[in-house]
């Protein structure tokens, strides 16, 4: 854990995050450039992960998150936990965490994350579970909907299960 450092981020890491990313899309400098003006507004912390000085991940920490199965209820949710693949299983992940729920402890006592149920998350459903998270009960939502029985979805990103943790 000495190798990490957990900052806020800036503007200026733009460009430094999207190479680390393998995406210097426009869409994505406009989604990084949306939450960073988010945070200017008070709205989340854009915290960035730095290994060895190199930017390795990122995670947003939204105050009262709008998103997902908690949604708009004044909530702090965590959104997109992102760690580059050759910084993965160093502790960063457990270092961006630590980080956002020390701060969404001191404005409520429960924190909410989506994770997507495909395979490609398994890591990170695993991850979450063993730090506390626990699903909503209100079951799987598809497109940000609680998805009802025997209801058509594809298993895309957009199929994901609320989970909750106490502070």
């Not at 990084?32 to 992960?49: H, I």
């Not at 497109?143 to 895309?156: Q, R, T, Y």
Request: hydrophobic share 35%; charged share 25%; proline share 4%.
């Amino acid at each position: 854990m000495d190798n990490i450092q957990i900052r806020i981020m800036t503007y200026d890491d733009i460009p430094l995050i999207c190479k680390a990313d393998h995406d210097e899309s426009a869409g994505f400098v406009t989604y990084l450039r949306n939450n960073l003006d988010n945070q200017e507004n008070k709205e989340c912390s854009a915290l960035l992960a730095l290994y060895g000085g190199e930017i390795a991940g990122y995670v947003f920490l939204y105050f009262e998150c709008k998103w997902g199965g908690l949604g708009n209820q004044g909530l702090p949710g965590i959104v997109d936990l992102i760690v580059f693949e050759p910084y993965r299983r160093k502790g960063i992940a457990t270092a961006l965490m630590d980080y956002a729920e020390k701060e969404a402890r001191s404005i409520h006592s429960r924190i909410y994350l989506e994770v997507c149920l495909n395979s490609d998350y398994g890591p990170a459903q695993r991850f979450y579970v063993k730090r506390g998270y626990v699903p909503d009960g209100a079951g799987v939502y598809y497109e940000a909907k609680v998805l009802g029985l025997n209801a058509p979805c594809k298993n895309d990103d957009e199929l994901t299960l609320c989970l909750v943790k106490e502070l």
